[in-house]
Structure formats: C-alpha cells, structure tokens
C-alpha cells in the first residue's frame, strides 16, 4: 500500500491541476473551490461502452422525433398539468410557439445527455434524460484529462492506488463534441441571414450561477471556432429582444444571434421578476422564451425538447409497443435498442401503496418532473408520500424500479475541497451526449459527443456534483 505522504502529493497535484484547468465551482466573486473528484477511474468493458454510445445515439434519434410530434406531446403532458403548474406552464407556452399552421421557424438543435446506471441484475439501463441544461460535458473531458495526467506524472504510485488505472483510458472529448455540434448549426443560421459581423452564441444562465466554469470551457472553444459569445439570463434578456429582416432575432446593443442555449429555465425560479408587475408568476420572463422559439434561430432547448426528455415521457416511452416506436421512426432493432435500456416505470395509481408494499423497500424509486437534486424518493419516504397524494397529482409522479449497480470492486479515493476521502462502495452514472441539428446527427458520421461520469458512495441517494454527494470520474477499459 502507498504512503500517506505519497498519495498526499498526488492529491496536491490533481488539486492544483484541477484549479489550473478551470475544474472548479466559484465560491464567491473572487473565488472558486475545486469540483470534487475521484483520483482513479472507473473500470467498463469495450463492449458496455460500444452498447451504451449506440443506445445513446438511437435514443437521440428516438426524443428527436418525439420533441417535434407535437400532438403527442399535448396528449402526454396534459394528464399532469392539473398536478403540476410547472408543467402547465411549459405546456402552455408549448401551445403558443406550435400554434399557428405554419411551422416554428427556430432550428432545433438537440444537446441530450443520457444518464445510465449499470445494474448487477438487468445491465445498463437509463435513469433519466436531461435536455434542457444538460451540463457538465467540459468537465467530464477534463476529468479524463486529469486521470491521464496523474497516469502519465505519477505512474509507480498510480498503478499502487489501483492497478486498473493503469489500463487504456477512455478518450473523452466532449468539449470538441458539443462545441462542433453548436457551431455547426450557429454558422447554418449565420450563413442564411449573410449578414455582416461575427456569427453569435446566447447562453441564458442562472443568477448568480456558482457553477459557471463548466460553462466557460463550452463557451471559449466557441470563440476559438470564430463565434461571439454573450451570457444573460431570462431577466437581463426582458424587452431586449427584437426581430429583424425574414425572423431574425436582434439583441439589442449586440446584434443578431445565431444560437440561443439555455442552462436555466428548468425551474419556476428562473422566469420569477419580483420587479416586474405580472397577473400571475413568470409570465413576462415564460413570454421571453416563446418569442425566441418564433425567429430563425438555433435553439437548444426548446420547450418541446424539454417536454419530451421528462420523466413523464420517459415512462411513456418505457411502456410504447413496436407500433409505437415504429411512428417515431424507429426500426424493429433501434427499438429493441431502446426498449432494453429504458428501466420499467409504473404510472401512480389508486392502486400504487399496495403494490409497494407487496415488493422490498429498495425496490422502487418514485419520481416527480423536477430536474436536478432532490425530487427522488426511497423506501420508506415512498409509501409515506403516496399516502399524503390528491389523485390529481397521481400523473405528476411515477415509479421506476430502482437500480443497483455494483461497486467498483477496490475501495477509491476521492477529494473534495483538498481533504482526501476513501470510499469502498464507490458506484457510477454514465451520461452520453448526443447532438442532433434539425433531425440530422450533428456530424455525418454520428451524434455522439462525449461522456460524464459522476460518482458517489451506494449509501448516497443524492448523486449530483453540483447538488449531492456526487464526484467527477472517468473511465478505463477494463478489457
């Protein structure tokens, strides 16, 4: 076994690597704390990699299609408006942007992560999908980065803390990946308008993000691709937006934009302007982004493709048949692809508390529509909650069998804010990017654009970097 003094050198050196490379959460308007991280990867065989890469692809494809079926978005999305103002919200704008009889002019430009969990009975199968603010590619790249650099800086201590991460590392390049795929669409927009002055990219973020260095990474390979990039949020953005010539959209005292992404409005919170004077939350702000999708721009997400990536669909799609698949455009074997990762998921019924409780307590995992940390419940919290439902939130929430992925097989160690901490039951959640600009893979040759591998203790049920006990780690071949 290695010294404590060794392995203390290492971790020095992947703290200050981490700070030098942007790895970072900012702490406040002076400083950041480096993003928590395993200082080994994780082992996957060649052949789990190749199935999950392919079925990321495929279910790109598969939520492509949904997100533009707007009638079966309406018929899925409805049954949980009553439960969730939320989703009535979205719903609604849904309904303003697809109104009319012609079609939205906004290019959809899908950026999907497909998070999956390896179970030890049922293999790989998806947890979720996240379409809007489906982050974090850039530091699932540098992770990868930081693992071949200690490999490469320390090799008689590495192979010391885990044989294994000596092995073939998994190449990662997602900032290269959803940098091109962006770039692809922003320039297609730029090329159609013609217009003098650089081609232009809008993130609309959160206020006061903490989590912007992420951000950054994604946003400084655009501008060494040539494109401007401009950061406001949903508030900054209020009666700054105007149209142009043939649907252009202009943002004053900037110009016109190609591509509009969007790393917040996945929560109520993002739309609220205690300053603005509204008859009811968040319309102003939620009229933001419907007159967006009205122009020619690049937009990721669009109201659409955050409907299709929500757990609602998600069950949805779990219990469709091949007539199903096949109206989204699925052959007899992508849909086999997909019906063999989507885990089962269980609508709440009336019926839900008996059929919980005639299984284990960690059988199930029951889930609202929220994205990020926070919206699952466990064991006991299931039939407690249950108990407390109206019936009009039954279709708000769902049950989904809950996985159980085995630990990495030697204890890891992981360091958050510089301390070192060994964990013996270290499990994994592999989220695949996928690109898709108007339907078409964002490159010809596929859509794939990189990975994040989050890690955490089995005991955790909370598994985000940014919002649980989650840490960044990569992978290795284990074959």
């Known amino acids: 076994m290695m010294?404590?003094?060794?392995?203390?050198?290492?971790?020095?050196?992947?703290?200050?690597?981490?700070?030098?490379?942007?790895?970072?959460?900012?702490?406040?308007?002076?400083?950041?704390?480096?993003?928590?991280?395993?200082?080994?990867?994780?082992?996957?065989?060649?052949?789990?990699?190749?199935?999950l890469k392919s079925a990321a692809q495929t279910l790109s494809k598969l939520i492509y299609a949904v997100s533009e079926d707007h009638g079966f978005l309406y018929d899925a999305i409805h049954p949980i408006t009553a439960g969730d103002p939320f989703f009535s919200a979205l719903l609604g704008m849904h309904q303003q942007i697809h109104s009319s009889a012609t079609k939205a002019p906004r290019l959809s430009l899908l950026i999907m992560r497909s998070d999956f969990m390896d179970d030890q009975r049922?293999?790989?199968k998806l947890v979720e999908f996240n379409g809007i603010a489906a982050g974090m590619g850039p530091f699932g790249q540098r992770i990868h980065e930081l693992h071949h650099y200690l490999q490469r800086q320390w090799p008689a201590e590495y192979g010391q803390l885990s044989p294994e991460a000596m092995g073939e590392l998994v190449g990662n390049d997602a900032i290269e990946g959803l940098s091109a795929g962006i770039a692809e669409a922003t320039f297609k927009i730029k090329r159609e308008f013609g217009d003098p002055g650089p081609a232009r990219f809008l993130m609309i973020v959160q206020e006061h993000e903490n989590n912007v260095f992420d951000q950054h990474l994604l946003e400084l390979a655009l501008q060494r691709k040539g494109i401007e990039t401009q950061r406001r949020t949903f508030r900054e953005l209020h009666n700054q937006l105007s149209t142009g010539?043939?649907?252009?959209?202009?943002?004053?005292?900037?110009?016109?934009?190609?591509?509009?992404?969007?790393?917040?409005?996945y929560q109520y919170s993002d739309y609220e302007a205690a300053d603005l004077n509204e008859q009811r939350c968040c319309q102003a702000l939620m009229a933001t982004r419907v007159l967006i999708e009205r122009h020619r721009v690049a937009v990721n997400a669009s109201v659409a493709q955050q409907l299709a990536t929500s757990k609602r669909v998600q069950m949805l799609l779990s219990r469709l048949g091949e007539e199903g698949f096949a109206a989204f455009g699925m052959t007899s074997q992508e849909a086999d692809t997909v019906r063999g990762v989507l885990g089962e998921m269980h609508p709440v019924t009336p019926d839900s508390a008996r059929f919980i409780k005639a299984a284990p307590s960690d059988s199930w995992v029951l889930k609202n529509q929220g994205e990020g940390g926070g919206h699952c419940l466990f064991g006991a919290d299931i039939p407690a909650k249950l108990a407390t439902l109206d019936p009009l939130q039954y279709q708000v929430w769902s049950l989904m069998r809950r996985l159980h992925p085995a630990p990495r097989a030697m204890p890891a160690w992981i360091v958050r804010r510089g301390e070192l901490h060994r964990v013996t039951d270290l499990i994994s959640e592999l989220g695949m990017f996928t690109v898709q600009s108007d339907g078409?893979?964002?490159?010809?040759?596929?859509?794939?654009?990189?990975?994040?591998?989050?890690?955490k203790s089995a005991k955790s049920t909370e598994g985000g970097i940014h919002s649980g006990q989650g840490v960044l780690d990569s992978l290795v071949f284990s074959d």
């Open 3 to 51: 010294s404590s003094l060794g392995i203390q050198k290492i971790r020095d050196d992947a703290v200050e690597w981490a700070l030098t490379h942007g790895v970072a959460f900012k702490e406040s308007l002076y400083s950041a704390v480096h993003t928590p991280f395993t200082l080994t990867p994780t082992p996957i065989s060649r052949a789990g990699y190749q199935h």
């Open 122 to 124: 049922d293999g790989h």
């Open 245 to 265: 010539a043939s649907d252009r959209l202009i943002l004053d005292g900037v110009g016109p934009l190609d591509t509009v992404y969007l790393r917040a409005g």
């Open 440 to 455: 078409h893979p964002a490159s010809a040759a596929q859509s794939f654009a990189g990975y994040l591998l989050r890690s």
